[in-house]
């Protein structure tokens, strides 16, 4: 009789330990609002926020680029694309971008093939294309090497990949 008190009595001693753990567990948990949407799997994370779309990260890309934020462009580019001294250049050349265009474009396996992508494509989750336009207003440097105060760009094209089912989407390419 005394065992089988003492075995309740155990019983008893950890069920009162596992709830505890259990509240000490949800009052570390983060509070989220319920009334925010959460973001759909695969959106990138661009300052905090997801971005949940191609067109999406081409112009959190083009606001790095306004914001002279190297690494920030780079964050949103495939590795093997970050790191490129044009873009550094162009940074430091530019005085702002005015996006005039920005648009999710129909995906042309010959465009990838043309931008020799194939093989960055063919091992990726999904491929994208987004046509933008653009106004490059240039800085007194970028006036000084390019002869002109601005460049407008139309039907340049950024190239994305998303690696995994919910990866983000990354630029792997620009260009006309």
């Not at 001693?13 to 959460?38: F, N, S």
């Not at 265009?101 to 396996?109: G, L, P, Q, R, V």
């Not at 994305?160 to 630029?171: N, V």
Request: hydrophobic content about 50%; proline content about 4%.
């Amino acid at each position: 009789m005394h065992n089988k008190r003492l075995v309740y009595v155990l019983l008893a001693a950890g069920a009162i330990v596992l709830v505890a753990m259990a509240i000490a567990l949800a009052a570390l948990m983060p509070k989220t609002d319920p009334d925010t949407p959460l973001p759909p799997p695969g959106a990138a994370i661009h300052d905090g926020a997801r971005l949940a779309s191609p067109v999406d990260v081409v112009r959190a890309y083009v606001d790095a680029w306004n914001d002279k934020s190297l690494a920030s462009m780079e964050a949103l580019m495939v590795e093997s694309a970050a790191g490129n001294q044009a873009i550094e250049y162009d940074v430091q050349c530019v005085d702002h971008v005015e996006l005039l265009s920005c648009e999710e474009i129909a995906f042309d396996a010959r465009r990838v093939e043309a931008a020799s992508l194939s093989e960055l494509y063919e091992s990726a989750h999904a491929g994208a294309l987004v046509e933008t336009s653009y106004i490059i207003y240039y800085n007194d440097k970028g006036v000084e090497i390019y002869q002109t105060d601005s460049m407008e760009r139309e039907k340049f094209l950024f190239w994305l990949i998303q690696e995994g089912a919910s990866s983000e989407w990354l630029i792997a390419m620009q260009g006309e």
